[in-house]
C-alpha cells in the first residue's frame, strides 16, 4: 500500500472489528460514555449477531443463562433463561438499532491487516470487500478486536476411513445446509459437547432415531429451560432492578459452584453422574456413557434445558455409544467394536477451528505481531501491542460477562488519555513474569489451539482470572496508570 493511499484513509477515533454479541456491547457503551467518538464496525458478514447469526443447525441455543449471556445495560425479557440462536439474533439487532448501532456498522468487509504506526500513532486496517475482493483502508487511533475466538469460514474436521464409500449425507453443525430434511431418516450425531447435546435432541423430534456416537463422555447438567425466580422478581419489581438482581443471582451460583467442583472434584462427579442416573432410569449405563475421565470444569459443562437430551434416550429415540471409528461404511459407521450404526444423515460435530485476533495479519512499527509470543494483559490487550483490545470472555460463565467489563475498561482507558494528552497506550511486561497457558482447559479445540494462542504470566496484572468478582474489581475499579500501562505522545512508543 502507498503511503499517500494511507495518509489519504479515514481516521476514526476507535474501529471495532465484529458486529456480533460483544461488538455491538462494545459500541453501546463506547457511545454512552465516550459520546464524542468517533466509530465504525467492519462486519465480515451481511447480517448482525455474529455467532448467532452464522449457526442455524437445529436447536442451536445459549448454553449459558440469558440473564448473564445478555447486556448488563438491556434487560433480557425473553421468558427463556436458555435462549434459542433466533432469540438471541433477534436482541443483539434491537439492542442495535435501539442504541442507533447499526448505521456505523460497515457489512461484508473483512479486515485483512492492521499496521500500527508509532509515528502516527495510529493503525492502518485493510479492509477486503466479500464477494467482490474490493480492498478499502481506515485509520483508527484505537483498534478493538470482538471477532470472537474461531473460525467462521472453518470447523475441526476430522477424516474418517471410508467416507467416500458412504451413500448418505455428510453434515457439519457449523455449515447447515438450509434445504435438510431428517424427518425419519437415521441419524448419528459424532460428538459430545454443547453443538452435540443441542443437535441431538431436537433432531429427534422427528428423526426415525438419532445415535450420538461419542468417543469419551462429556458431563451433561439439566437446567431449568425458564428462571422462576427472574419471573417472580419481574411480577413485583421494576424491569431494570428484576433483571439486575437475577443477573446477580446467577453469577454468584454460578461461581459458587464452579468454585465447589475445583475444590471438591470427586463428590461433585459423583453427583452429576448421579443426577445423570435418575434422569435415565434405572438400569441405564450410565458409568459407559455419562461419567467423564476428566474432573467437573477441566472442560465446559454441557447444558440441556429441562432435561431434553434425557428425555429423548429414556423415551428411545435416542440412543448413545460410546466407542471410537474403525471407518465408515455405504450404509453408516463401523465402529472398533465392531458394531455397525446404520444411518443416512452422519452430523459431524467434533468442535471448532480456533483462531486469534480474528484472522487478521498485524504489525507493529514494521515488525509482524506473533500472538503466540504476547502476554494478555488483564486477559484483554497484549504486552507491547499499542491501543488495542480484544474481547474475550470465560470458559466457566457467560462470555458477555468479560466482554462487558473490557468495553467499561477500554472507554476508561480512553477518557483517561484524553485528560491526560496521551495518544499511545501500551502495556510493557516487567522482567520475571513466566509464561504459562492462556487457557487452563483440557478441550480438544484448546489443545490444538495452544500454539496460536497468547500467554499469560505468573503474576497480576499478566493472570487470565476466571473469576467475574476478581475481574470486576481489578478492571472496572483498579488504576488505569498501574505502572504496566505505559503512555506517550504521538510520535515514540513508551
Not at 419 to 437: T, Y
Request: charged letters at 20%.
Amino acid at each position: 500500500m502507498s503511503t499517500s493511499a494511507s495518509s489519504n484513509a479515514e481516521t476514526l477515533d476507535v474501529l471495532i472489528i465484529g458486529a456480533g454479541l460483544s461488538g455491538i456491547g462494545a459500541a453501546y457503551q463506547l457511545q454512552k460514555t465516550c459520546p464524542g467518538k468517533r466509530y465504525a464496525i467492519l462486519e465480515a458478514r451481511d447480517a448482525i449477531g455474529g455467532t448467532w447469526d452464522l449457526f442455524r443447525y437445529p436447536g442451536i441455543r445459549s448454553d449459558s443463562d440469558m440473564y448473564t449471556l445478555g447486556y448488563r445495560f438491556k434487560p433480557w425479557t425473553n421468558p427463556k433463561a436458555i435462549a434459542d440462536g433466533p432469540a438471541i439474533r433477534s436482541y443483539i439487532r434491537e439492542t442495535a438499532e435501539e442504541g442507533g448501532i447499526t448505521r456505523h456498522i460497515r457489512f461484508r468487509q473483512k479486515v485483512v491487516s492492521a499496521a500500527w504506526s508509532s509515528a502516527e500513532a495510529c493503525w492502518t486496517v485493510v479492509a477486503e470487500q466479500v464477494g467482490t475482493g474490493e480492498r478499502s483502508t481506515v485509520r483508527a487511533r484505537f483498534l478493538y478486536a470482538c471477532s470472537g475466538y474461531y473460525r467462521y469460514d472453518e470447523a475441526y474436521r476430522p477424516e474418517f476411513a471410508g467416507e467416500a464409500d458412504f451413500r448418505g449425507t455428510l453434515v457439519l453443525p457449523q455449515f447447515w445446509p438450509e434445504q435438510l430434511d431428517h424427518a425419519g431418516k437415521r441419524v448419528v450425531v459424532i460428538g459430545s459437547g454443547a453443538t452435540a447435546v443441542t443437535v441431538v435432541p431436537s433432531m429427534a423430534k422427528t428423526a426415525a432415531h438419532v445415535t450420538m456416537l461419542q468417543r469419551s463422555p462429556s458431563y451433561v447438567v439439566t437446567r431449568p429451560g425458564e428462571d422462576k425466580i427472574a419471573h417472580g422478581l419481574r411480577r413485583v419489581l421494576p424491569e431494570r432492578t428484576a433483571y439486575r438482581m437475577t443477573r446477580w443471582k446467577n453469577v454468584l451460583i454460578g461461581m459458587f459452584f464452579y468454585k465447589l467442583a475445583r475444590s471438591r472434584p470427586e463428590p461433585i462427579k459423583r453427583r452429576i453422574v448421579q443426577m445423570a442416573a435418575q434422569q435415565l432410569g434405572n438400569g441405564y449405563d450410565v458409568a459407559t456413557h455419562f461419567t467423564p475421565r476428566y474432573k467437573p470444569w477441566d472442560q465446559r459443562v454441557c447444558l440441556v434445558p429441562d432435561g431434553d437430551l434425557f428425555d429423548a434416550i429414556r423415551n428411545g429415540r435416542v440412543s448413545v455409544v460410546t466407542d471410537t471409528i474403525e471407518r465408515f461404511t455405504p450404509d453408516g459407521i463401523r465402529l472398533a467394536s465392531g458394531k455397525e450404526l446404520p444411518a443416512d444423515i452422519v452430523v459431524i460435530a467434533t468442535g471448532l477451528a480456533l483462531q486469534v485476533l480474528g484472522g487478521v495479519a498485524m504489525s507493529i512499527d514494521g515488525r509482524p505481531l506473533q500472538a503466540n509470543e504476547a502476554f494478555a494483559y488483564k486477559g484483554m490487550m497484549l504486552s507491547d501491542v499499542p491501543n488495542f483490545a480484544m474481547a474475550f470472555g470465560y470458559t466457566n460463565a457467560s462470555w458477555t460477562l468479560k466482554a462487558d467489563l473490557t468495553a467499561g475498561y477500554v472507554c476508561r482507558l480512553l477518557r483517561y488519555m484524553d485528560r491526560h494528552g496521551k495518544a499511545i497506550a501500551v502495556p510493557r511486561r516487567e522482567p520475571g513474569v513466566e509464561p504459562k497457558p492462556f487457557l487452563d482447559f483440557t478441550s480438544g479445540y484448546v489443545q490444538r489451539a495452544q500454539h496460536i494462542l497468547p500467554k499469560q504470566g505468573s503474576r497480576a496484572p499478566w493472570q487470565v482470572h476466571q473469576n467475574y468478582l476478581q475481574d470486576l474489581v481489578t478492571i472496572r475499579f483498579g488504576r488505569i496508570a498501574d505502572g504496566v500501562m505505559r503512555f506517550g505522545a504521538k510520535g515514540a512508543m513508551p
